[in-house]
């Protein structure tokens, strides 16, 4: 299935209509189509031809060094980051399995693949030395706590559950900003668990990493480098910057939001949960967000006013003053939907305006941010495509031919594809009031694809966009067991007057980039 998914793009357009059994002869489309010609509607058998650009790729800048991206990455090689973060008191915690190889971690001296691996101190020792040299400023490390528990299942989920809730009070109650905590394997409900613990109840910020990944030598270096970007962010700091990235003035805010609903198999009942993020510093790095619960099924946003008020209150603390410009990039939200935005989330937003600025409120453009579609490009010369995978190269970006004769759009591919045909991002202006030149914004949204804090190489869709979505799956695990798991079968249903979770973190983390 995943060999298939994930064809080279030549095969792909091969099977839609340059084979003997492609798809427009399976549609039936392999001969005069009378039917269709009665109605006035002609089947080419060829592929358009739309007409692309490839946009210049970005200069990226750390603390000692400019970099300049191949194929949409860099590398962390020898830099500093622009802006290195502060955490104070940390710790690590081992969560262990009580049984036969159980230890998250083996000993000095064990074997894997007949190469020695570290112990603990061995590969905390190695993560300071990574932190240090990327310039993070690191508190006191206090003593590792090795905490044993049964492996997670319905019968253990209520011990584990205490564990670690006892675990975040006590880093609490001693000042411990940060857990580093060490998983014998990757657990979707153990990982949930972790992050409500510390986001919610106890306000203490937690990274996690799987041990057999983070002692294995080969690629460890680069392990513990994206390691050191989360811990970056999280200490407030800045990976890289930009050049000319305020093209509209420094007063201008980006908001990202988003909607997650709940998946198939859900308690019943079950609430859909909203995700507001917003810039709050010049370098585009520190994204602090708005999440809460809203009634299930629902795709618009409610408590808008809410949200964007707590976000431009947080602007304002850090630039001392409101932001005259705004930019909204809206998440999940599909082509019939456009003209809900405009009529269900944007009064609220301006009602927010109104109690924070009075009658000057600021300008706003809102672009929707589309990755459910079905449009691929493939290219039609060797200067156009990347000839590892057959896809376009980053940066290309088609603004006509496939695009609406009604509405300004754009699709655009910032990242290297990978794996398969890649799919562009679609960008769709519904409402301008900062006069962009097409040209302006999709540079400009293409630079925002290259300025995502947590990776070395240009994403998929933009930051803001990218953020909110992560800031709404962050909320998921809040409530994992209703949402993830199969409750309707069971009989469950959701309330929200019981349920552990409904809106916010705690006080200690609404002023971080908690979800990175």
């Not at 909607?259 to 370098?283: K, Y």
Request: hydrophobic letters at 35%; glycine letters at 10%; charged letters at 20%.
């Amino acid at each position: 299935m995943l060999r298939f998914a994930a064809r080279a793009p030549r095969l792909n357009a091969e099977s839609i209509a340059g084979t003997p059994g492609n798809g427009l002869r399976t549609m039936g489309f392999n001969g005069p189509a009378q039917v269709a010609n009665n109605f006035g509607i002609e089947v080419s058998k060829e592929f358009i031809t739309v007409p692309g650009r490839i946009l210049p790729t970005p200069k990226v800048y750390y603390g000692n060094k400019e970099m300049q991206a191949r194929e949409g990455s860099w590398n962390l090689i020898n830099i500093k980051f622009a802006k290195p973060g502060s955490i104070g008191q940390w710790a690590c915690v081992v969560l262990n399995y009580n049984d036969q190889r159980g230890n998250a971690l083996l000993p000095r001296g064990s074997q894997i693949q007949g190469t020695d691996v570290l112990d603990d101190n061995g590969i905390l020792t190695s993560l300071e030395r990574h932190l240090n040299a990327y310039g993070v400023r690191m508190g006191t490390r206090l003593q590792t706590q090795n905490i044993l528990i049964s492996r997670p299942n319905e019968q253990s989920r209520k011990a584990i559950d205490e564990k670690l809730d006892e675990t975040f009070f006590k880093a609490a109650s001693y000042g411990i900003e940060l857990l580093f905590i060490i998983l014998k394997e990757a657990d979707k409900w153990l990982y949930s668990r972790i992050k409500y613990y510390g986001d919610v109840k106890h306000g203490v910020q937690s990274i996690c990493a799987v041990g057999s990944k983070i002692q294995k030598p080969k690629g460890q270096d680069m392990y513990l480098g994206n390691l050191a970007l989360k811990f970056n962010i999280k200490g407030g700091g800045v990976v890289h910057t930009q050049r000319d990235m305020h093209p509209f003035g420094k007063d201008c805010m980006l908001v990202g939001i988003d909607v997650t609903l709940p998946s198939p198999g859900s308690a019943e009942g079950s609430p859909s949960i909203a995700g507001v993020v917003a810039s709050v510093d010049e370098q585009l790095s520190q994204w602090p967000g708005s999440l809460r619960t809203q009634r299930g099924k629902e795709e618009m946003v409610q408590g808008l006013t809410e949200m964007m008020l707590e976000r431009l209150e947080l602007w304002r603390k850090h630039n001392k003053s409101l932001p005259s410009k705004i930019i909204i990039f809206r998440d999940g939200v599909s082509e019939g939907q456009y003209n809900l935005v405009l009529d269900h989330e944007l009064p609220p937003i301006q009602k927010a305006f109104e109690k924070l600025y009075g009658s000057k409120t600021p300008r706003i453009t809102v672009v929707i941010v589309g990755k459910r579609h079905h449009t691929r490009f493939y290219p039609t010369d060797g200067k156009s495509m990347d000839q590892r995978s057959g896809n376009p190269m980053p940066g290309t970006v088609v603004d006509r031919g496939v695009t609406s004769h009604y509405l300004w759009d754009f699709f655009l591919q910032a990242h290297k594809g990978l794996q398969g045909t890649a799919r562009p991002a679609h960008y769709v202006v519904i409402k301008d009031e900062l006069n962009f030149s097409q040209d302006v914004l999709e540079s400009y949204v293409h630079k925002l694809c290259y300025q995502f804090n947590r990776a070395t190489k240009a994403v998929s869709i933009c930051p803001p966009a990218y953020y909110a979505d992560l800031i709404c799956e962050r909320g998921r695990m809040y409530l994992y067991s209703t949402l993830n798991e199969n409750q309707s079968a069971n009989g469950s249903a959701y309330n929200a007057q019981t349920a552990e979770w409904t809106q916010g973190v705690h006080k200690n983390l609404t002023e971080k980039t908690f979800y990175i």
